[in-house]
Each structure stands twice: as structure tokens, then as C-alpha cells.
């Protein structure tokens, strides 16, 4: 009896004898499914599980086996499929090898030949299986130790800055809050925020201050206002933090990265342009840099610096609905007016 778990191998010809020899040929090692064209095997494969292999004859009514192979090659679920085409004498099999199929077995079937040329392209299918699933695991982990280290510098950055290491906790919270909110209410951003990975910018959000590291104790712990030559400095964190990034990796080729790039330098543009470092304004400003504006300033706002005593919740959100269109993007301002609630519970369990 087959073993329940035994590789699938759907065969697809127009020709009932020849699915009949194939399937008599395989059918101790492997379970079959048949289809008699193109279109037929596409629904089988949109209702079961993939099989390991397909064998797909090239000339059949319908669809043919040309044309079937063009539309699993177009799909990111089917190309990986390995395709073994059943070829005549008149198939170019160069041709048919040079589209991307894995192999070929002509007519007449020769029995040996068409379970050795199975059972390779098998067995190599298993094998790339198992490397990607090995690459996977091992990417995982070294971006769970990448985020952790990164965390940690995050923390040790808000140490220093005098904090409790909870201001990242706060920010990211207020960020997925707000990313949620404004994906759940179909708001003018949700379908741009889904692309952009709420809980990738979320992680981002925990270098949104790393520049600071770079700033004089003299003036990062200073307990009153700074004068206008130490507020420039201070406001090389946004530049210094972007070269940071940049150096951890290219931030072109991975998304959490362009998120620390945008955080970083753009958490202090203001809605009208009249922040810095560039003084970008409106949607020029990166949406993940707005959404780090808002989660920063009310954290700000409401928790106790070295500078400046707490805000009470009520006079926060009166500055952020005052700053809406000025500072702030007034569709995120409006959010946070929203779910304020929310934030004061997310400042009170983290202090």
C-alpha cells in the first residue's frame, strides 16, 4: 500500500492511454493526479495541495501545456513547481528547456527513464526545499539578534539621555496604535501603511533618537534651554542619526532600514516646512517620519525631561490639535485625537 505521504505527481495529457502508462509507471512510489489539459490541471491546482512535480504535455486542446507553463511562470506560487515536459518528436526541447522547464521525457515512455527523471527532479526540488527553509531559519535569527542589539542601543541612547529606556516603548506603541487606528477606519492612508509594514516601521521607531549619541553630554543633559549655538548642535542628531543607518546596511535593499533612515531624519519636519534638517513639508515628509512626530512630541509632552517638568494629558492633546496642518500632518493629528484614550494608557503602563 502507498504510504499515505508519499510525494503527488500530477500528470497532464490530452491522452488517457498515456496518463494510463505514466500513472501504472509511477504509481508504486508516488501518488497521482491527472488532468486532461491545461485548464483543468490549473483548478486542480488552485483546490489541492501543490504536488512535488508536474508532467505536462505540450500539445492539448483547451489550454496547452505551453500555455499553462506561461501562467505558472507569471505566479510566485506556481513557478516554483518543477515542470517535466512530455515531448513528440517535433517539440523543441532546447526551446522548451530554455523557457525554464526542469527537464523532458519523449514518446514512447520508456519506464526506467521516466522514474529516474522523476525521482531527480525530485529529489533537487527536496533539496532547494531544504536550503531555503535553512536560509530562513538562519535570516530569522540573525535578524532577532539584530533587532535585539539594535533595541539595546536604543535604550542605551535613552540612558544616557537621562530616560528609563521606556521613551522607546512609548513611541513604538504610540506608532502602532496609530497605524492600527488609521488602517481599521479605511482612512486616506491605511492602504499605504499596509505597504509600508506597521509593524516594521513600529521597529524602526526605536532608533528614531540614535544620532543622539553623538551629542555632548554639556548639551544632551543640559537642565534648561538651550542657547541658539546649542540648539544647532542638537539638531545635528537627525543628520548624525541618518549616517548611522547608513552604515548598518544599504538601506535601499531592506525596509526596516529605509524606516531607521526616515524616522531618524525626519522626525522633526514639521507639516508646513518649517522644521528641520531639510525643511520638507506636507507628504514630501515621509509618512513613517510623521507618524515618529506625533508618537515623539506627545511622549515629550506628557512625560518629565531634564529640562522640563510633565505636561498633564489634557494640555498635550490641546498642543497636538493646535499644531494640526502646522506641525503635524492633519489627518494624523486627527488620529491621535481619536485614540487618546489610548495613548494615556500607553504613557501610565510604561513610566
Known sequence: MLDSKAPSVLVVDDVEMNRMILEEILKDDYSILTAENGKQALEILKTQAHPKI???????????????FEIMIADNALKRIPVIFITAEEDSESELLAAGAVDFIGKPFKPEIVKLRVKNQIELKNYSDSLEIMVAEKTAEA???????????????????????EHVKRTQLFVWALTGYLIRTGSA??????????????????????????????????????????????????????????????????????????????????????????????????????????????????????????????????????????????????????????????????K
Open 189 to 350: 492612508y491605511a492602504e499605504a501603511l499596509k505597504k509600508l509594514q506597521p509593524d516594521i516601521i513600529m521597529k524602526a521607531m526605536a532608533l528614531h533618537d540614535v544620532g543622539k549619541i553623538a551629542i555632548p553630554d554639556k548639551i544632551l543633559l543640559k537642565p534648561g534651554k538651550l542657547d541658539p549655538d546649542e540648539y544647532e548642535i542638537m539638531k545635528t542628531h537627525t543628520t548624525r542619526g541618518k549616517e548611522i543607518i547608513g552604515e548598518l546596511g544599504d538601506v535601499n535593499s531592506s525596509l526596516y532600514l529605509k524606516h531607521c533612515e526616515d524616522i531618524c531624519y525626519g522626525h522633526h519636519e514639521r507639516w508646513d516646512g518649517k522644521g528641520y534638517p531639510q525643511g520638507l513639508s506636507g507628504e514630501n515628509i515621509p509618512l513613517p517620519a510623521r507618524l515618529a512626530a506625533l508618537a515623539d512630541v506627545y511622549d515629550a509632552l506628557v512625560c518629565a525631561r531634564v529640562y522640563k517638568a510633565a505636561m498633564s494629558y489634557e494640555e498635550a492633546i490641546k498642543i497636538i490639535a493646535d499644531g494640526k496642518g502646522t506641525q503635524f500632518d492633519p489627518i494624523l493629528a486627527d488620529a491621535v485625537l481619536e485614540i487618546q484614550d489610548r495613548f494615556q494608557e500607553i504613557s501610565q503602563q510604561y
Open 54 to 68: 508536474i508532467l505536462l504535455d505540450v500539445l492539448m486542446p483547451e489550454m496547452s501545456g505551453r500555455e499553462m
Open 143 to 165: 535578524t532577532k539578534t539584530l533587532d535585539s542589539a539594535l533595541q539595546g542601543l536604543a535604550n542605551v541612547i535613552e540612558h544616557r539621555d537621562l530616560e528609563s529606556g
